[in-house]
Nanobody
């Protein structure tokens, strides 16, 4: 069973940049996509970005479009999220998962699950 581990979250000032990494314990070629979602205290889960493994197509929420870039490293079995010009509204715990195609293109979020683990915390000071 695939194991995903997120890393890279830190505290930054507005306008700063971070790169988050989603590391897989398995070869991801058999999976259709990898996506990032986030959740801040008191707010709903929000799909952030997704990348299709087949054709490399990428999808972004309106909130991050133009600032974030998702990419996949087939050798390392990682999916990275480069986050530029971070704003206080971006502060949240970030998680990654492997959605089916429909949920990648629609930036769906998974149901709550204990297997999410701690994710990685992005903090943006005001």
């Amino acid at each position: 069973q695939v194991q995903l581990v997120e890393s890279g979250g830190e505290a930054v000032q507005p306008g700063g940049s971070l790169t988050l990494s989603c590391a897989s314990s398995d070869n991801t070629r058999e999976y259709y996509a990898t996506a990032w979602f986030r959740q801040a205290p008191g707010k709903e889960r929000e799909g952030v970005s997704c990348i299709m493994h087949g054709d490399g197509g990428t999808y972004y929420s309106d909130a991050v479009k133009g600032r974030f870039t998702i990419s996949r490293d087939k050798v390392k079995n990682t999916v990275d999220l480069q986050m530029n010009n971070l704003q206080p509204e971006d502060a949240a715990v970030h998680h990654c998962w492997n959605p089916p195609v429909y949920h990648c293109t629609h930036l769906s979020t998974p149901e709550p699950d204990d297997s999410w683990g701690p994710g990685t915390q992005v903090t943006v000071s005001t």
